[in-house]
């Protein structure tokens, strides 16, 4: 029972984390449109580093490479068919209006991801708690950058702070399903497929949708901005992978 709570505790503690974009509720709205595409820039490095460095490498030690890539494909591909459904869904009659597909994209892989890290963090706090706090310690840094750089997507594609804020967190409580059903299912599930999958997914929203909203500006000095953003979000992401291996 006690693990259970740890559990619950940690699923608790990692879906606040998706409360760190509140830190621009400080910003004037004019300061906050400011370093949006900057973030967006970020957010594209977070996912990729993500997608690279953390999802595929674990999924490579549990597979065969060729099933591996078919997977990351198939992330791909199944996140390029649902948004041109949601485009079409959306945003087909302009009087309508259109919140980009994006955001949509955004809330459903990391809900997925934070899904998977539920799982997996369940997981070892199951064989041991010292084990699963340290494991816990090592997400919630990957998290940080990459929670903020979604919120700072869905402000980008017209959500209101509130709304953002609050569906992120909806997001982030998958994580604490995922712990859940493992302890109930007691590590049974083998869920090892949908890594890749997922790694397909942030990679098709990095460097489909969040690159090209970044990479076209007139001025040299806002092109550079965007790159050093977008090199900070991979340099976090592989620091957190390095001090991980340590």
Same mark, same amino acid.
């Given at each position: 029972? $006690? !693990?259970?709570?740890?559990?619950?505790? =940690? #699923?608790?503690?990692?879906?606040?984390? =998706?409360?760190?974009? =509140?830190?621009?509720?400080?910003?004037?709205?004019?300061?906050?449109?400011?370093?949006?595409?900057? /973030?967006?820039?970020?957010? *594209?490095?977070?996912?990729?580093?993500?997608?690279?460095?953390?999802?595929?490498?674990? *999924?490579?030690?549990?597979?065969?490479?060729?099933? +591996?890539?078919?997977?990351?494909?198939?992330? &791909? *591909? @199944? &996140?390029?068919? +649902? $948004?041109?459904?949601?485009?079409?869904?959306?945003?087909?009659? $302009?009087? +309508?209006?259109?919140?980009?597909?994006?955001?949509?994209?955004? %809330?459903?892989?990391?809900? /997925?991801?934070? &899904?998977?890290?539920? /799982?997996?963090?369940?997981?070892?706090?199951?064989?041991?708690?010292?084990?699963?706090? +340290?494991?816990?310690?090592?997400?919630?840094?990957?998290?940080?950058?990459?929670?903020?750089?979604?919120?700072?997507?869905?402000?980008? #594609?017209?959500?209101?702070?509130?709304? *953002?804020?609050?569906?992120?967190? %909806?997001?982030?409580?998958?994580?604490?399903?995922?712990?859940?059903? @493992?302890?109930?299912?007691?590590?049974?599930?083998?869920? !090892?497929? /949908?890594?890749?999958?997922?790694?397909?997914? &942030?990679?098709?929203?990095?460097?489909?949708? %969040?690159?090209?909203?970044?990479?076209?500006?007139?001025?040299?000095?806002?092109?550079?901005?965007?790159?050093?953003?977008?090199?900070?979000?991979?340099?976090?992401?592989?620091? @957190?992978?390095?001090? #991980?291996?340590?």
């Amino acid at each position: 029972m $006690e !693990t259970l709570w740890w559990i619950i505790g =940690s #699923g608790l503690l990692m879906s606040a984390i =998706s409360l760190v974009g =509140s830190i621009t509720l400080l910003l004037s709205e004019q300061a906050l449109r400011r370093a949006l595409t900057p /973030l967006v820039a970020f957010a *594209a490095g977070a996912l990729m580093g993500g997608a690279f460095l953390h999802m595929i490498p674990a *999924a490579a030690d549990k597979m065969p490479l060729e099933r +591996l890539f078919v997977l990351v494909l198939a992330g &791909f *591909a @199944v &996140f390029f068919a +649902l $948004e041109q459904f949601l485009h079409w869904h959306h945003c087909h009659r $302009e009087s +309508l209006g259109c919140k980009k597909p994006l955001t949509y994209l955004i %809330l459903i892989g990391d809900g /997925l991801h934070n &899904f998977l890290g539920g /799982l997996a963090i369940a997981g070892i706090f199951l064989m041991d708690i010292r084990l699963g706090v +340290l494991a816990w310690l090592a997400a919630a840094a990957h998290e940080v950058p990459q929670e903020l750089g979604d919120y700072a997507v869905l402000l980008h #594609g017209g959500w209101k702070k509130g709304s *953002a804020l609050l569906f992120n967190f %909806l997001s982030g409580l998958t994580f604490l399903l995922g712990g859940v059903i @493992v302890y109930v299912a007691g590590q049974r599930l083998n869920v !090892t497929w /949908l890594v890749p999958f997922a790694a397909g997914n &942030f990679i098709y929203i990095g460097a489909s949708d %969040l690159i090209p909203e970044v990479k076209a500006h007139e001025k040299l000095r806002d092109s550079a901005v965007h790159f050093a953003a977008f090199l900070l979000g991979l340099a976090l992401l592989l620091a @957190v992978k390095l001090i #991980g291996h340590e």
